[in-house]
Each structure stands twice: as C-alpha cells, then as structure tokens.
C-alpha cells in the first residue's frame, strides 16, 4: 500500500510541452496537451520524477487536504483464486507472501490480485497498488513478470517507460546454473519456495 500525501502540480508559465515529465510518469498520470502538461489528480502517486526531471522546475508538488490510500483490499485478494494467484506468482518466480516492492511494501499478492482483476499494463498495475512509485528499480521487473504469467504477454504500455528485461535468478538458463554450481542459484530458487 502507498500513502499519497502530495500531488504534482504544474506551473503553466513555466511548462514548455517537452514531455520529459509525461515520459517519467510510471502511473500515466500526465499527459502534454497543446504544449502543456496536465496532471491527472487521482493518478498521481507522487513520486517525484516529474519533479525532478523538469528542467523549468515547472512541476512541484503540492500538499493534498488529507492522505489517499493506494492498494488492494485485502478483502479482494482473500476472494481471489488462491491456487491461481500462487500459480502466477510462481511462474514470475516471486511468493505470494513477499513485498515484491521495498518502497511501497507492496506484497506479489497485491500485484497478482490487481492482474487478475483485470489490469494489463504496468500503470495500472502501479493505479491499484501504489508499487513502483519509490525507486522503481527491482520491482517493475516483477510487475512486467507477472503480467506476462497472466496474460501471457504484454499488452503495449501507454508510455515508453518500461522495458521488457529484467536480470535476475529466474532469468539464468539452466545450463548456466550447471556449469556455475558455485554461485548456488538453483538452492536459491527452492529455498525461495520451501
């Protein structure tokens, strides 16, 4: 679950339409239109990169009147299939129970849950659950796995932001695991899941 205390907010004598701030966007909150970004108040995690990457300091952020709660309800992951919902996980190569984002600590579950109510792209993966909105950095790669256990493939994300890699244990063919025994990696895997 994420926490939003802030939003961004734009400063239209500043905004230049660059679309540096709409490509950093990992929630799809802006959009540039007629050369002027746009914030979309309930998308918005506040996750700063907006800020930061605007080089017209055009974007700030402002104190919301009280804070909004971005997660899945635990009551609808407990209304989920659980055998499917751990079948996804483990085909992302993550468990249920594990925050799959430190940031945000959101849980694989809740991303699953998300999936399986119907979200297709990483941003609305990250609108229902709050994850990626920290450093982004290990979990997009969870998030991209596990729509692709469920969907089977990724369906095009509304910005350029995500990039279909990701280097981790899972991702080590077999092969490799054999010849390097040393570095443990197929003990790391079971253990994850005993």
């Known amino acids: ?45 506040a996750c700063l990169r907006c800020e930061d990457i605007c080089p017209h300091e055009a974007v700030a952020m402002v104190k919301l009147p009280g804070p909004r709660f971005v997660g899945v309800d635990i009551s609808e992951i407990e209304k989920m299939d659980v055998t499917e919902l751990n079948a996804i996980c483990l085909e992302a190569g993550l468990k249920a129970d ?11 579950k809740e991303a699953t849950t998300a999936i399986m109510q119907g979200a297709k792209t990483p941003e609305e993966v990250i609108r229902k659950t709050g994850v990626c909105t920290g ?44 010849k390097y025994p040393e570095y443990h990696l197929l003990e790391d895997k079971q253990a994850l899941f005993e």
């Open 1 to 45: 679950m994420k926490i939003v205390r802030y939003r961004a907010e734009v400063d239209e004598s500043r905004c230049t339409g660059d679309k540096l701030c709409e490509r950093m966007c990992p929630a799809g909150a802006i959009t540039v239109v007629d050369k002027l970004a746009k914030v979309d108040p309930d998308r918005c995690m």
């Open 98 to 108: 594990i925050p799959m984002c430190f940031c945000t600590w959101t849980l694989a």
């Open 135 to 178: 450093c982004g950095i290990y979990c997009v790669g969870s998030v991209l796995k596990l729509l692709k256990a469920h969907w089977g493939e990724l369906h095009p994300p509304a910005s350029q932001l995500w990039v279909d890699s990701t280097i981790s244990m899972w991702d080590v063919p077999g092969e490799v695991e054999e």
